[in-house]
C-alpha cells in the first residue's frame, strides 16, 4: 500500500556542480552555471588545517542561508524590510553511532520590530525551509529568533 504523502519532482535547472579532490584533504567545488568556486578542507580533528570551510560547516551554511533566504522571500511578500537580518549557526558534532552533525542551533536576529502576527509568518517560513525538512531527523536543529536586536 502506498503512504498517503505525494512528492512532486521538478527539473532543476542549475546545472551540475563539480567536485574535485583536490589532495591535503582539501576539495574545490564548482557551481556548473554561474562557475563560482568553493573551497573545503578536512576540519582540524581530521587533520585539516582549519583555513577552509569544513564539508560539514557547508551544511551548517546551507541550512542557515536557506532560513534566511526562505524568511526573505516570505518578508517580500509581507512588504516588510527583513534586510540586515543575520544567522548565527553552531554546529555541534557527535562520535556515535558514527561521525555526524549532531546538532545545529541558529539564532536569526532581525533588527527590527514587527507585529507578533509579522514575526509569527516569518518564523514559520523560517521553520519552512527546504534544507530543514531535508535534513535527517536524528539532526537536532534549534531555532532562536531574536526580533529588534543585531
Not at 20 to 47: F, M, N
Request: proline share 5%.
Amino acid at each position: 500500500m502506498m503512504e498517503s504523502s505525494t512528492y512532486y519532482l521538478w527539473s532543476n535547472e542549475m546545472g551540475i556542480m563539480t567536485i574535485r579532490y583536490q589532495g591535503d584533504l582539501k576539495t574545490r567545488c564548482a557551481h556548473g552555471s554561474s562557475g563560482q568556486v568553493i573551497l573545503t578542507e578536512a576540519p582540524r580533528a581530521q587533520p585539516g588545517n582549519e583555513e577552509m570551510f569544513s564539508p560539514t560547516d557547508l551544511v551548517a551554511i546551507a541550512l542557515g542561508s536557506c532560513v534566511l533566504t526562505v524568511m526573505g522571500m516570505a518578508a517580500t511578500m509581507l512588504k516588510v524590510d527583513f534586510s540586515g537580518a543575520r544567522l548565527d549557526v553552531r554546529k555541534e558534532m557527535v562520535v556515535k553511532p558514527s561521525r555526524m552533525i549532531g546538532k545545529l542551533s541558529m539564532d536569526i536576529y532581525c533588527s527590527s520590530q514587527f507585529e507578533p502576527k509579522i514575526t509569527e509568518q516569518l518564523e514559520k517560513a523560517g521553520r519552512g525551509c527546504p534544507v530543514h525538512h531535508s535534513l535527517h531527523p536524528d539532526m537536532i536543529q534549534e531555532f532562536h529568533f531574536h526580533w529588534g536586536e543585531e
